[in-house]
């Protein structure tokens, strides 16, 4: 429940800053890995949307959603993660094509499994970070590189972090 009230408080805020100029959507394949207590890592994929908005020359305000999924886990039928987060994203060019970024923000994961038919899930939220690059296509579009640190703390699965690829257009 708290995961969907944040990403409809995330839209809002989005739809709300689209009457700036420089706004986008960025569409990309999401590779994640959750660590657990048993020291293995699991590696589901999914996608990921980010829209965004330009705050001036070196600043954009991001909100991205994604899920990722894994049916390939020994002794788990299905393990899944649903995320929503809003970040400052700061801007340093790498000559006239392609610019590094850093971001950080708050994100709100939900973690779920199946075994044997029963379902588990885990809420958790906080401090999110990342960076990444981006490189010029077209005059609308980019393509577009990074690493997340989604979650970092105790719990079943104590870190979740996930590289995405994919492409950003301009609107």
């Avoid at 995961?3 to 999401?30: F, K, M, N, P």
């Avoid at 299905?78 to 970024?101: E, H, Q, R």
């Avoid at 699965?157 to 950003?168: D, L, N, P, R, Y």
């Amino acid at each position: 429940m708290k995961l969907r009230h944040l990403c409809s408080t995330l839209l809002l805020t989005v739809v709300a800053g689209l009457a700036q100029a420089d706004e986008y959507i960025a569409i990309e394949g999401i590779a994640g890995t959750l660590d657990n207590p048993s020291n293995t890592e699991i590696d589901p994929a999914g996608l990921r949307l980010r829209l965004g908005t330009r705050i001036d020359e070196t600043f954009d305000l991001e909100v991205q959603f994604g899920f990722l999924g894994d049916d390939t886990i020994d002794n788990v039928d299905k393990l899944g993660a649903a995320f929503a987060g809003a970040y400052l994203k700061g801007y340093l060019p790498i000559g006239y094509n392609s610019a590094l970024f850093a971001l950080g923000g708050l994100t709100a994961v939900e973690l779920t499994q199946t075994v044997n038919d029963q379902k588990f899930s885990d809420s958790r939220s906080g401090f999110s970070y990342g960076f990444g690059l981006e490189t010029k296509l077209t005059e609308n579009a980019d393509l577009t590189a990074d690493y997340m640190r989604y979650i970092a703390d105790d719990g079943l699965f104590e870190h979740f972090s996930a590289v995405s690829f994919g492409i950003k257009l301009y609107f």
